[in-house]
């Protein structure tokens, strides 16, 4: 089944400990990306990769980093997590290029910061 | 810079028909999504248009005017289970990846 799967669905941690969300797809993408979603926010980007080895900042990459060693997994560190980063996070993937229609969403991370 | 805006709640009757607008202001046009998304789920596409004009599937239709920065979605019959948020995204230019840059969403209730 395609499908994109990010872990953990739930976290609860403290400030300052630092943390990982792993997100993969099976679906051969090269486009992957995060976002961050809060109420009347909306989805806001927070770091995208186009293809191994190729990542860049989205609208909000403050307090977070990413990496892109392979294809198919696309984790978010957060280094030293604040209350502020409390959110919905979401990790999206599709192919590359202009053509590309919809983008594939994980099922979201509920992360709090106490 | 990106701007997008639809409203920010709708309520509608069940069996009726519902439109929902979105206009954008954006550097780079690749297309227009329509996402549907319930409440503490991942959004889910529901339509895609990069030219003028009606796409239409089944109960759900979306329209777009790039010339005037314009969109709609329409939900036709409506059943108790599209109250969901609906959110608009245009995809950007290359330059910014191809991203996806969403509205706040629209919140829509269907009432009895």
């Known amino acids: 089944e395609a499908q994109v799967t990010q872990n953990p669905r739930y976290l609860i941690t403290v400030t300052g400990k630092k943390l990982t969300v792993t997100c993969s797809q099976n679906?051969?993408?090269?486009?992957m990306s995060w976002y961050r979603q809060d109420p009347g926010l909306g989805l806001r980007q927070i770091y995208y990769?186009?293809?191994?080895?190729?990542?860049d900042k989205g609208d909000v990459p403050e307090g977070y980093k990413v990496s892109r060693k392979e294809k198919r997994n696309f984790p978010l560190i957060l280094e030293s997590p604040s209350p502020n980063q409390t959110s919905l996070y979401f990790c999206?993937?599709?192919?590359?290029?202009?053509?590309?229609?919809?983008?594939?969403f994980g099922p979201g991370t509920r992360l709090t910061v106490t | 810079g990106q701007n997008i805006d639809q409203p920010t709640e709708m309520t509608a009757t069940e069996g009726a028909i519902v439109q929902i607008n979105c206009t954008y202001q954006?550097?780079?046009?690749?297309?227009l999504f329509w996402y549907q998304q319930h409440a503490g789920e991942a959004p889910t596409f529901l339509s895609y248009?990069?030219?003028?004009g009606l796409e239409e599937k089944g109960r759900f239709s979306s329209f777009l005017s790039r010339s005037k920065g314009y969109s709609y979605l329409l939900l036709k019959e409506l059943q108790m289970k599209d109250s969901a948020s609906y959110l608009c995204a245009v995809k950007g230019n290359s330059n910014s990846g191809y991203a996806l840059n969403f509205g706040k969403g629209t919140s829509l209730l269907v009432t009895p």
């Open positions: 990769s186009m293809n191994v080895e190729v990542t």
């Open positions: 679906m051969n993408h090269e486009y």
């Open positions: 999206a993937s599709s192919l590359k290029g202009q053509r590309v229609q919809e983008q594939y």
């Open positions: 248009n990069v030219l003028d």
């Open positions: 954006t550097s780079g046009f690749n297309g």
